[in-house]
Each structure stands twice: as structure tokens, then as C-alpha cells.
């Protein structure tokens, strides 16, 4: 079984930064993908980023690319996604995701979840 565990979420101004970090435990951590996706009021859960095993590969939403950064520390079992230059449109509550193997940005082929972050960007 795999738990995951996001932090980092809060309040921040347009154009600030912030750092998420899930936390997993169990031993598949190091040899998944792992993505995150966010969920707007009233919107449905969308991709924004997932990074394999090896941190080799990434992808990216188009609304996030050139603003936020995923990576991953296989050592500490967390992957983390640095945002920078955020907008009101990103205030969305952040979860993370693990699958098996290969990039996704299908929310239906992540196995397990986290219980979310709240993160909010004021104008």
C-alpha cells in the first residue's frame, strides 16, 4: 500500500512563488511516476506535471510550462513541484499521484492519491 502526503500549499500573491512536496511511503516510489494534478471549484481535476522513475522525463500542462519545475528525490521517497510566477487561475486545491510507469496525463491511470493542498493566489 502506498500513502502520499502533500504540504507546502497556502496563500500567495500573483506573480509569487511556492513549493508543494509529497511525501510517500512504500517501496514503490522509486520506480513510479508521479504527477501532480489540481482541482479547481466547480472544475474538474487536470494534469499539470508527472516525472518517471528516474526524473529522466517530463511533462508538463501547457498552462504551467515555463512556470512551474517538477522533481524528485528518490532518497527521501517525495516529489516536489517548485511554481513560480503564479496566477489567480492557478488557485486550486494540489494533489499528487503515483502510477506504475510512464509518463500520463490521464488522471484515471494514477493508482493511488494524496488527500490534497490548498493553494490559493490572490490578485
Known amino acids: 500500500q502506498v500513502q502520499l502526503v502533500e504540504s507546502g500549499g497556502g496563500l500567495v500573491q500573483a506573480g509569487g512563488s511556492l513549493s508543494l512536496s509529497c511525501a510517500a511511503s512504500g517501496r514503490t516510489f522509486s520506480t513510479s511516476t508521479m504527477g501532480w494534478f489540481r482541482q479547481a471549484p466547480g472544475k474538474e481535476r487536470e494534469f499539470v506535471a508527472a516525472?518517471?522513475?528516474?526524473?529522466?522525463?517530463?511533462s508538463y500542462a501547457d498552462s504551467v510550462k515555463g512556470r512551474f519545475a517538477i522533481s524528485r528525490d528518490n532518497a527521501k521517497n517525495t516529489v516536489y513541484l517548485q511554481m513560480s510566477s503564479l496566477k489567480p487561475e492557478d488557485t486550486a486545491v494540489y494533489y499528487c499521484?503515483?502510477?506504475?510507469?510512464?509518463?500520463?496525463?490521464?488522471?484515471?491511470?494514477?493508482?493511488?492519491w494524496g488527500q490534497g493542498t490548498q493553494v490559493t493566489v490572490s490578485s
Open positions: 516525472i518517471i522513475w528516474s526524473g529522466g522525463s517530463t
Open positions: 499521484a503515483l502510477r506504475p510507469y510512464g509518463i500520463s496525463t490521464n488522471r484515471a491511470t494514477y493508482q493511488y
